[in-house]
């Protein structure tokens, strides 16, 4: 989990932010980003403002980790690590047409999915699998629907049999709309529970052997095209139970 993460999603420590910011008391740096934040996003500032007490309603908790997460996002943009690295990523998903509350949101939720989407632990920040994850962007963020399409197709159509093609072409389908309906995006460990909840675990034990094996010789071509990385491609693997992974 990012530091800045970790700071903010401390319900008082976000609103004695806001307080200072209100009253023109002096912030520190990784304040002034959350009160940039916090600007952004002038409905989730006035949820957290409404709260009374300290158990949060399930909205006041969505914008606490939106905050929290976007300011982690504008922190990794001046890291001396990851700056690079976020540069190239925001420049892709601009160049092709994204607005910067979208790319915003896209660099977001990679940390989101760092710092709560494994089984590592919580108070470490895994920089290297961001960096990555942000070197994925440029090839999720230029792939089409058409190229999407092609990809399916060409996958589909390399299974040695009628058996593996079918389940090839199964499990393409499936997973893109699960991981990609509303455009590229990162894979996750959540669209691969949701791929084997829906299309693997009540099947019977021929159709998942082989639907299993599409899935991880899916994504080995999806890390071939640049599209997951090699981190990703391990922890995917491990998420649907690959020994080999």
């Given amino acids: ?22 009253a023109g008391e002096p912030l520190d740096a990784e304040e002034q980003l959350f009160i940039a934040a916090a600007s952004a996003h002038p409905h989730e500032r006035a949820e957290l403002l409404g709260v009374s007490g300290r158990k949060l309603a399930s909205d006041a908790q969505a914008s606490l980790v939106l905050l929290a997460t976007h300011t ?20 892709a998903l601009t160049s092709e047409g994204s607005s910067e509350e979208e790319t915003e949101a896209f660099i977001a939720a ?32 230029a792939l089409t629907r058409e190229g999407v399409d092609a990809l399916m197709v060409r996958f589909s159509e390399k299974g040695a049999t009628e058996t593996e093609r079918t389940a090839r072409a199964h ?13 590229p995006t990162p894979i996750n460990p959540e669209h691969m529970d949701q791929l084997v909840e829906s299309e693997i675990a009540d099947q019977s034990e021929e159709v998942q052997e082989a639907r ?12 071939q095209q640049g599209l997951i990385g090699p981190m990703r491609l391990s922890r995917l693997r491990a998420q649907i139970g690959d020994e080999d992974a």
């Fill in 1 to 22: 989990m990012h530091p800045l993460i970790g700071r903010f999603l401390n319900l008082e420590a976000a609103r004695e932010t806001l307080r200072k910011e209100k």
């Fill in 171 to 183: 499990i393409a389908k499936s997973l893109f709309d699960i991981a990609w309906s509303e455009g």
């Fill in 212 to 223: 299993l094996r599409a899935t991880v010789e899916l994504l080995q071509l999806l890390s």
């Fill in 110 to 141: 990679i940390l989101l999915e760092e710092a709560f989407g494994y089984e590592e632990e919580v108070d470490t920040f895994d920089a290297a699998f961001v960096e990555e994850a942000l070197t994925e962007v440029p090839a999720l963020a």
């Fill in 72 to 91: 982690a996002a504008r922190a990794i943009a001046q890291d001396s690590k990851l700056g690079a690295a976020t540069a190239k990523a925001r420049e």
